[in-house]
């Protein structure tokens, strides 16, 4: 599902705003930042760092690995046990090929493009999309001038 505000929410009930961060059906928190904030009150800065409930800072030198799958880089990127990639500057990468750009936009494998205001760019047969690029400037017809598709 993606909202007209740019949020999509995802079967599995998480919720990824156009803001950037993630709202996971647990309760944990992924912040535009890179911080992540999980259920039990403790928050993984994008350092690496981890901060628990009793004040304690923890440093944290590579990856931390959840239970489910997940882990966490110390650079911001969360990778998902399905192969999603979460990067600290909002983008979003599944594993189907499909790119949530953090400005909003969804980039599917297929082609289309759905921006976060709506908008729809289908490009048939499109096996990449090269950024940046401004469709808003050209027609349909011109789109290729205005942005490389290969």
Sequence with gaps: ????????????????????????????????????????????????????????????????????????FADGALLFADGAVYFADGALLFADGAVYPADGALLFADGAVYFADGALLVVDGAQTLEFPMSIWNCEPVTARACGEVR
């Design 1 to 72: 599902m993606h909202p007209a505000d740019g949020a999509l929410l995802v079967a599995d009930g998480a919720l990824y705003p156009a803001d950037g961060a993630l709202l996971f059906a647990d309760g944990a928190v992924y912040f535009a930042d890179g911080a992540l904030l999980v259920v039990d009150g403790a928050v993984y800065f994008v350092d690496g760092a981890l901060l628990v409930v009793d004040g304690a800072v923890h440093p944290a030198d590579g990856a931390l690995l959840f239970a489910d799958g997940a882990v966490y």
